[in-house]
């Protein structure tokens, strides 16, 4: 097995470059890891389980490459190799994340659901934290289907994959908020500028290029998305001869937010068919935020004259549960759901009939939400706090947006407070501020059960302002 060595190259930047050449530490290092999967499942979980043990002596969050399950010989063969998420093969990844306390991208991960009564398949990059917990999944949005007959490629992707319909939000991790997206993604620049807008410091490529268009565009496609986004760029990357119909080009990379290639793991060679390699480097969000000060791109686009429109999906009645962060909203507490919000009652009250209105979308601050989804939001707030003035016999409310943590917020998800207020419910009328500020970090105040909320939702729903 080979490693590489983390490389930093120099360049005019006036940052303090010492401080972004500082040694590493696994709080902050990423790993990505390149190998050459097979169809055959058990063997491909053994490199995996091997390069994993590798690279969390050094690595906090280690990132894997599409198909890292496996690479089909066949449609037949890949559809019937696929599992669920909650099927062994992904127990198996949960429970090497736990063993060895650390993250875990599966990069490409064969996922079978059912779908009003047939089997569907999608390409699903799955995020494992250090508990065995998927914290994240985004299922491929863009399918490849190419043909280059002078090249013998031709790739059907959509023949047996079902497209993804969502964006999901960047994902908190030891080495800053990672932005999930899979291979061909890699083409379309709106879906990485959606992800930086909505707070992403890392984005995400892993893949299974061709060798032909891996060496004509990898590295200036990941190249360019680092530094039009001033993000970091990890792309874990299948490497070699899978099987007599695919080669995959590797050349697995960390790019920096100044377009600085600071890990890399060996393209394709003929001279060798397979490979297993791991690459480090440091993720210096320091670095990043003084890239971003010393050049706001984000802040000079002309939103004026033109703007990345997201079709926002409507919450999907499937789901079994409400995200506030990473904390499950049971949907008994929830009272109301507009286009793009939803409003549930609340776990710890500083008033009676203090509720909270939330994103559909997870989205951390109001500056991530689309033109859309802000007028939503609040005349969804306006809405409901008429419904619990109705209910609570107040006639004017504290309505309060806690904007960022050093604002109060605790749950890095946009989030309304809406409270009605009484005549003498606080001896100093501002002080329901200060109580605010700490309700839910000073537990004097009692949790209420499942059973309380929803009864007080049940209520709610019918006082709906129509």
């Not at 010393?294 to 990345?308: A, E, F, G, T």
């Amino acid at each position: 097995m080979k490693f590489l060595q983390l490389n930093h190259f120099k360049s005019n930047f006036s940052l303090p470059f010492v401080r972004y050449l500082s040694q590493m530490t696994a709080k902050n290092t990423a790993a990505v890891c390149q190998f050459t999967a097979t169809s055959n499942k058990e063997a491909n979980l053994k490199i995996v389980t091997r390069l994993v043990s590798e690279a969390a002596e050094k690595a906090k969050v280690i990132f894997l490459p599409e198909a890292c399950d496996y690479v089909g010989t066949s449609i037949t063969e890949t559809k019937q190799l696929a599992e669920p998420l909650d099927g062994k093969l992904m127990s198996q990844y949960k429970l090497l994340a736990q063993r060895h306390n650390v993250w875990l991208s599966i990069g490409g991960f064969h996922e079978r659901q059912q779908v009003n009564g047939r089997d569907t398949l999608h390409n699903t990059h799955v995020l494992i934290n250090s508990e065995g917990v998927i914290t994240g999944t985004y299922r491929k949005v863009h399918l490849f289907d190419v043909s280059l007959p002078e090249s013998n490629i031709n790739l059907q992707e959509s023949s047996y994959i079902t497209a993804g319909t969502q964006i999901g939000a960047p994902v908190s991790t030891p080495i800053g908020s990672v932005g999930l997206m899979i291979c061909y993604d890699l083409r379309f620049p709106e879906l990485s500028l959606i992800l930086r807008k909505n707070g992403g410091d890392v984005l995400t490529f892993p893949s299974a290029f061709t060798v032909t268009t891996g060496e004509a565009h990898w590295k200036t496609l990941l190249k360019s998305r680092a530094i039009e986004n001033q993000c970091y760029v990890i792309a874990a990357a299948q490497y070699g001869v899978h099987n007599r119909k695919r080669i995959s080009f590797g050349n697995s990379l960390i790019v920096d937010p100044w377009g600085n290639i600071i890990a890399e793991c060996p393209a394709y060679s003929k001279e060798r068919a397979t490979d297993e390699s791991i690459a480090y480097a440091n993720i210096n969000v320091e670095f990043l935020k003084g890239v971003r000060q010393k050049m706001p791109v984000l802040d000079h686009r002309r939103d004026d004259l033109y703007r990345l429109s997201l079709n926002i999906n409507k919450y999907e009645s499937d789901v079994p549960n409400f995200m506030f962060s990473d904390k499950v909203i049971p949907p008994s507490t929830v009272f109301y759901i507009s286009k793009y919000c939803f409003a549930f009652t609340n776990i710890r009250c500083v008033v009676p009939g203090h509720v909270l209105v939330a994103s559909l979308r997870q989205a951390k601050r109001l500056e991530n939400l689309y033109p859309e989804e802000i007028a939503d939001f609040f005349q969804t707030v306006v809405k409901i706090q008429q419904m619990v003035e109705r209910a609570y016999g107040s006639h004017s409310s504290t309505i309060c947006v806690q904007d960022g943590p050093e604002a109060g917020q605790t749950i890095p998800h946009i989030h309304c407070h809406i409270l009605p207020r009484k005549m003498g419910d606080f001896e100093q009328n501002d002080d329901i501020y200060l109580e605010l500020a700490k309700h839910d970090r000073d537990h004097g105040k009692p949790i209420r059960d499942v059973e309380e909320m929803t009864t007080e939702a049940n209520m709610l729903k019918k006082l709906i302002v129509q």
